[in-house]
DNA sequence: GCTTGGAATTGGAACGTTCCAGATTTAGCG
DNA sequence: CGCTAAATCTGGAACGTTCCAATTCCAAGC
């Protein structure tokens, strides 16, 4: 097997120099048309393939983007994530998507990894617990960074924070809620303390708070099976519940189904999120809705703005959600 | 703001040359302990961050190896794509994760995109159509890659295949069910025509066959919408189903909930793939369970044991599935 | 003190691209 | 036809690392 060609085979081959060639291969304005179609049909021909590495050494500008999710298993990252991919490869930037599972320190590794691979951006969703040696790691290699759908670093500017308003989705579920009639209204799941968990329940509390009533909360993981064992917990005069995330409310959902007790009727539920699966179980579960997809595009599109031309996004930013009613809620059948 | 510093300034500092410097960066024994620990300091001092770009330039092997997936949102991609990250990051290396979304065209972009950035291996569960371009290319790189979970490209050995032995698994459901006492067994979900939908089904042809039994088959697209619809379908003899994969057999869940239906008695029903939600829902669904996490590490080892020692993967290899028996099948309560 | 051989270190070349400054060609015009 | 300006093209130099061959260092043995 043979060596690589590079450009110099190729300027060989199409009877021009290297540096037409490397002009070309940037859609330079300033090659004549046929020049580089002879150059384009010489690159066909000798089979070349671009190095990226060679040209990263003399510009560094990799058209690569770092991307560190907290939890890829997560419906909700991972919808973020292939959005967030696929908007950007369609700008030309290939993505380098790494999952930390929450795990802070490999957060880190993975954080530095990605600069040495010479990312020209990065976008995480940190893990719980210090990201400070990620964060610092990405101040000094002085790349475009945001943090989305969760904050770690405190620094305001540094790292804009870019997520949804949690708060109010949290605030229109719980009236929502109120206005189904539900007389007690509990809050379920998210690990207490953290800050989502604070923000998701913050809208609950002060709706809660505004009509009288007393809260009721349950923490814990955010998973179906918190979920699917939460209803067993629940004081009996609860009769609503406002949850962190779909999978606790889907696991609720299933906890009813288990119990027997009749969703949408006996009982009103919202979940957060409004994953794919909230329209596609039985009853369907109302959420409050966050546009991952027009999110994620939007991300892309400040981050691409950030490194390309230099355009700093507002360091903090909040898009906003929006309540879909179904039977859950409602007991009304679509 | 300054350059970034190179070897050249640790070397400076730690008072010896370049060369010891990287010496040091690949861990070398020969360098003695003191040296190694004053460059280490002198690195951190200076706030030194390797350069991958420049390594690979002199000599091209990138510890990135690229990933691609026709449907990371599907949870068992998901799940194979972050234990396999997960691996590879463990012995050092990056992993790309691109997702092609069932668009071949899209497929090839990616795997140029990937052999651009230098990616020492490949990884593709390609999707569906004429995967030709992508494999040319990569066979034009002479990269290690490999088909998992799905082949399209027909050549043996170029692109080693590995997947699980699913006409094993399908057809050990169809048993189960016949066991419990099912009449009349369908097949639920997969696109009619597909390599793997008719591997699925394959096992459970047979075993009906070999029952005397006549099979009834409904195709569709594997989600839960389509499984939620499909209970509306069935025959009113059928009994009991196996499903193409859980997503399918998770909407007919809420389907049977929807027209009150009680799994596990008045129907059977068995899934494909044993994700997690099939523990988490209610209720529990039977599934035939594809050991993803130990697939992703043997792939990943398999992999690795290919790029450094050049042991080539065996050309075709399926590992074992295993039926997890549980109330959507047998009616018994956990 | 001198030799010896292994351990430790070193300088220079090479990798494939981009960028710059200049060189060459072409086109326009009196 | 000669001149000028614009359009095109080109030959180094540079990027930061690794690899190789060569050199220096050091301790042990005589």
Redesign the interface.
Known sequence: ?TRRPTILDVAALAGVSKSTVSLVLQNSTQVKAETRDAVRAAMIEI?Y??????A??RS?S?G?VGLVIND??N?FF??F??VL??TL?AKGY??????S?EDAD?QA??VG??????VSALVVSPAYGDGGDAFDQIE???IPAMQVLRKTDPRTGLFPFSSFDYAAGSARATRHLMNQGAQRIAFVGGLEGRAITEERKSGYLAEIKRAGAEPFSLHGRS???FG?DAVDQLPDDVDAAVCFNDLVA??ML??F??IGRNLGQDFRLVGFDDI??C?????QLSSVACDIDGFARATADGLLAWMRDGVTPPPEHRAPVELIARTSSTGRMP
């Open positions: 097997m089979g393939v671009y190095n990226r590495a060679a990263q050494m560094p990799a690569l890829l298993r419906p991972t919808e994530a292939t991919q696929m490869a290939a993505t380098v998507i790494a999952n599972d490999l590794k993975l990894s990605m600069i040495e691979h010479g000094r290699a002085g998973s179906r099976g699917l889907l696991g299933s906890g189904a288990r794919e699966d329209a596609q179980v039985w009853p």
